[in-house]
């Protein structure tokens, strides 16, 4: 089973990501691998992406996440409620049965692209043009495909059970072993809280106790150096 976290060389991963997109069978294939290793993207935003969303000049995409979550609902006065409420908090009533809506969220980012992922895209659309398809996805198919896609890359490579979000992991974990930016992270991979971002952190417990013994080797060389 393939584990972005047990890869702690930067340089291994990028080999590794270089590796994955090669191993498509034709450019679709590169193309799909490549975005979704490159920038991280969620599955369901890569099959969502429009052509008009890829800005070539700019070297940017529009990310599109759509989410759809249920809320409960109060039978009597039809008031927003908690799963541990029996009593409405807005009409005072005891709640029997809750009422559930669905509720789509729309929530739109613009991420850089690197001038890679670009190119393979770009052949890509071209290489597409012999087939009868002139909708304005750029990969229409499926979630459903785009894992058997990804499953085949990893099969070709020897590598079981992978799938597009190890993709995702993958460009977590080697953003965070080269010391970059958390914050900017989840920006990137469009989390609305930073806890989330924070899942894709390494939690090795030996690196825990090194930087927790690097923090206080500081504090007691400075106490040192005060007393003398």
Same mark, same amino acid.
């Given at each position: 089973?393939?584990?972005?976290?047990?890869?702690?060389?930067?340089?291994?991963?990028?080999?590794?990501?270089?590796?994955?997109?090669?191993?498509?069978?034709?450019?679709?294939?590169?193309?799909?691998?490549?975005?979704?290793?490159?920038?991280?993207?969620?599955?369901?935003?890569?099959?969502?992406?429009?052509?008009?969303?890829?800005?070539?000049?700019?070297?940017?995409?529009?990310?599109?996440?759509?989410?759809?979550? @249920?809320?409960?609902?109060?039978?009597?006065?039809?008031?927003?409620?908690? =799963?541990?409420?029996?009593?409405?908090?807005?009409?005072?009533?005891?709640?029997?049965?809750?009422?559930?809506?669905?509720?789509?969220?729309?929530?739109?980012?613009?991420?850089?692209?690197?001038?890679?992922?670009?190119?393979?895209?770009?052949? /890509?659309?071209?290489?597409?043009?012999?087939?009868?398809?002139?909708?304005?996805?750029?990969?229409?198919?499926?979630?459903?495909?785009?894992?058997?896609?990804?499953?085949?890359?990893?099969?070709?490579?020897?590598?079981?059970?992978?799938?597009?979000?190890?993709?995702?992991?993958?460009?977590?974990?080697?953003?965070?072993?080269?010391?970059?930016?958390?914050?900017?992270?989840?920006?990137?991979?469009?989390?609305?809280?930073?806890?989330?971002?924070?899942? /894709?952190?390494?939690?090795?417990?030996?690196?825990?106790?090194?930087?927790?013994? =690097?923090?206080?080797?500081?504090? @007691?060389?400075?106490?040192?150096?005060?007393?003398?």
């Amino acid at each position: 089973m393939f584990e972005a976290n047990s890869m702690k060389d930067s340089e291994g991963q990028v080999e590794l990501v270089n590796r994955l997109i090669a191993a498509g069978k034709n450019p679709r294939d590169k193309a799909f691998a490549s975005l979704l290793a490159r920038t991280g993207v969620r599955v369901s935003e890569a099959i969502g992406l429009k052509i008009d969303d890829v800005d070539f000049q700019s070297g940017t995409l529009t990310i599109v996440h759509l989410k759809e979550k @249920s809320k409960l609902k109060c039978p009597h006065c039809g008031g927003n409620l908690g =799963k541990r409420h029996l009593f409405c908090p807005s009409c005072g009533n005891k709640v029997g049965k809750a009422l559930r809506e669905k509720v789509k969220h729309r929530r739109q980012r613009t991420i850089p692209v690197d001038h890679g992922t670009l190119g393979l895209i770009s052949k /890509y659309l071209q290489w597409r043009d012999r087939f009868p398809y002139r909708g304005p996805l750029v990969f229409p198919f499926s979630r459903q495909r785009g894992w058997q896609i990804i499953e085949k890359i990893g099969r070709r490579l020897g590598i079981k059970g992978l799938h597009p979000h190890n993709f995702r992991r993958l460009l977590a974990t080697s953003w965070v072993n080269k010391g970059l930016d958390t914050k900017k992270l989840q920006l990137l991979l469009g989390h609305t809280n930073i806890s989330t971002t924070w899942r /894709y952190v390494d939690s090795d417990f030996e690196q825990l106790r090194d930087e927790c013994e =690097k923090l206080w080797e500081t504090k @007691s060389n400075e106490t040192t150096d005060a007393k003398g």
